[in-house]
């Protein structure tokens, strides 16, 4: 069992910068994948960003590609969203999500079916 809290959500102008946090709880981070998925009023979640267990790989979604870095310290059990030039199109719900597999392939990467548990989502809101 995994518990994902968020935190780091807000307001921002467009341009600006957040960083999100994904604490979980657990013995077990070390070995899990996590990723970061969105979800904007009237769409779909869609994925943005997943790191394997071991931070050796990580994956993006073009549309945040050198804009958002995903990063995790495993002593800390945490994975981050550092979230800059936002745009007002990356205005979502943003999820932290676990999958027990350490080193997903791209696909299981970006799918959110492949995860196991899910945080309660963060706010993110960027103005024009």
């Known amino acids: 069992q995994v518990q994902l809290v968020e935190s780091g959500g807000g307001l921002v102008q467009a341009g600006g910068s957040l960083r999100l946090s994904c604490a979980a709880s657990?013995?077990?981070?070390?070995?899990?994948?996590m990723g970061w998925f969105r979800q904007a009023p009237g769409k779909e979640r869609e994925f943005v960003a997943a790191?394997?267990?071991?931070?050796?790989?990580?994956y993006s979604t073009d549309s945040v590609k050198g804009r958002f870095t995903i990063s995790r310290v495993n002593a800390k059990n945490t994975v981050y969203l550092q979230m800059n030039s936002l745009k007002p199109e990356d205005t979502a719900v943003y999820y932290c999500?676990?999958?027990?597999?350490?080193?997903?392939?791209?696909?299981?990467?970006?799918?959110?079916?492949?995860?196991?548990?899910w945080g309660q989502g963060t706010q993110v809101t960027v103005s024009s």
């Open positions: 657990g013995r077990t981070f070390g070995k899990i994948a």
């Open positions: 790191i394997a267990a071991s931070g050796g790989s990580t």
């Open positions: 999500a676990a999958d027990y597999r350490p080193s997903p392939t791209t696909a299981q990467a970006m799918g959110a079916i492949y995860y196991d548990y």
